[in-house]
Structure formats: structure tokens, C-alpha cells
């Protein structure tokens, strides 16, 4: 599956951005979705996922209660709602798509993802 990820940009703390990663080649919703982020300096980490039919979401605790993960699978879309956006949030945003179906013990791991998006960039200002 290519995944497309945008909807990065600048934005004012505390401010929100929405993002979308566009999923082509083959059945979406066969796939867990995850996002992932990399901030300059440091290690790619996951912050959400969801799984297949998007009943169950993850997030990590940096971004819970800020943060919403959803997916719409009739468009092969994941978003990651970003809002009260920090100037912590700023990193490269990354959605990837796993084959297995991942839980909250194992949906960080990025060795389990088998596809990634190109990246899309958020910037915050303070």
C-alpha cells in the first residue's frame, strides 16, 4: 500500500491542524494505521494509532486529550486531529500501515509497520 501523508504546516501554539494520509494499492482497512513523529534531534515515536475497522485508538501520553486519530475507510484516509498544539509538537508526522493487527502493547514498535508514508511537517510557533 503507498501512503501519502499532508496537511503540515505552521501554526500558532495552542493552535490546531488536522492531518491526512491518503492510502492507494490495495484494501485499506485491512491494515492498522499508526502515526509516528520525529522531532530534529531525536528518535521517530509513535503518538497514536487505530485499528482496522477504527474501533480502538491509541495515543501516547504526550499527546492524549490533544489529540484524535480517526479513519474513514470508504476514502482510504487516517487523519490525526491536532489541537492546543505546543511547541514540543513540532516534528516531522509520519503515517504508517501495518498488516497485523497491532494493541496497545505493540502498535510503537515501528518494525511492525510495513509501509510508510513520505512525512509531512509541522511547525509551532510559541
Known amino acids: 500500500v503507498q501512503l501519502q501523508a499532508f496537511g503540515g504546516g505552521l501554526v500558532q501554539a495552542g493552535g490546531s491542524l488536522r492531518l491526512s494520509c491518503a492510502a492507494s494499492?490495495?484494501?485499506?482497512?485491512?491494515?492498522?494505521m499508526g502515526w509516528f513523529r520525529q522531532a530534529p534531534g531525536q528518535e521517530r515515536g509513535a503518538i497514536a494509532a487505530?485499528?482496522?475497522?477504527?474501533?480502538?485508538?491509541y495515543y501516547t501520553d504526550s499527546v492524549k486529550d490533544r489529540f484524535t486519530i480517526s479513519r474513514d475507510n470508504a476514502k482510504n484516509t487516517v487523519y490525526l486531529q491536532m489541537n492546543s498544539l505546543k511547541p514540543e509538537d513540532m516534528a516531522v508526522y509520519y503515517c504508517?500501515?501495518?498488516?497485523?493487527?497491532?494493541?496497545?502493547?505493540?502498535?510503537?514498535?515501528?518494525?511492525?509497520?510495513?509501509?510508510w508514508g513520505q512525512g509531512t511537517k509541522v511547525t509551532v510557533s510559541s
Open positions: 487505530i485499528t482496522r475497522g477504527g474501533g480502538s485508538t
Open positions: 494499492g490495495r484494501t485499506f482497512s485491512n491494515y492498522f
Open positions: 504508517a500501515a501495518s498488516p497485523g493487527g497491532l494493541d496497545s502493547y505493540s502498535y510503537y514498535h515501528d518494525y511492525k509497520y510495513a509501509y
